[in-house]
């Protein structure tokens, strides 16, 4: 164990990696959502749950 005035030993380096490691898929809707933001990529836009649903609906195939 180190004093006050010692260095503590190395244990762990999990906390000081600055750069998240996420994997192909979530890189990829995190780079879709950052597209969106920007504009990039047009999206619909609903303005009531009814307007959603009627065209959730409409895309149903009977």
Do not use: H, W
Request: proline residues 3%.
């Amino acid at each position: 164990m180190a004093t006050l005035t010692e260095e503590p030993e190395f244990i762990c380096d999990c906390f000081y990696n600055s750069e998240p490691k996420y994997n192909a898929r979530t890189m990829a809707a995190i780079q879709e959502a950052r597209d969106i933001m920007s504009g990039k990529i047009q999206t619909k836009k609903y303005y009531s749950v009814a307007e959603l649903m009627e065209d959730l609906n409409s895309d149903v195939d009977d």
